[in-house]
């Protein structure tokens, strides 16, 4: 069992940079593959990106390639996103979890079991 909390998240402009991070608790992080969701009002929660335990293998949705950056410091028991070149429609509650599930996919929300509590992250222009 692990508990996540998210921070981080906060107002900007367009066209600014957010750094998320996510603190576990305990001495199990670095045996977990680790994830970004975002969820938006009446919307499913949907991945991100994803990273594996030891951050050999990253996942980027096409929207944030180029754009956002997935990094983990396993000593420290954190996990970040740093968000560049925001956009309006990054708008959205941004959730740190824990993969729990080894489905096909690893990086889809079905595999994640441990959740935090998320972090608001809001683009105006």
């Known amino acids: 069992q692990v508990q996540l909390v998210e921070s981080g998240g906060g107002l900007v402009q367009a066209g600014d940079s957010l750094r998320l991070s996510c603190a576990a608790s305990?001495?199990?992080?670095?045996?977990?593959?680790m994830g970004w969701f975002r969820q938006a009002p009446g919307k499913e929660r949907e991945v991100v990106s994803a990273?594996?335990?030891?951050?050999?293998?990253?996942y980027y949705t096409d929207s944030g390639k180029g754009r956002f950056t997935i990094s983990r410091e396993n000593s420290k028991n954190t996990l970040y996103l740093q968000l560049n070149s925001l956009q309006l429609e990054d708008t959205d509650v941004y959730y740190c979890?824990?993969?729990?599930?080894?489905?096909?996919?690893?990086?889809?929300?079905?595999?994640?079991?441990?959740w935090g509590q998320g972090t608001q992250v809001t683009v105006s222009s």
């Open positions: 305990g001495r199990t992080f670095s045996s977990y593959d």
């Open positions: 990273i594996t335990s030891r951050g050999a293998r990253k």
């Open positions: 979890a824990a993969r729990v599930r080894y489905g096909k996919r690893w990086y889809e929300v079905p595999n994640y079991g441990y």
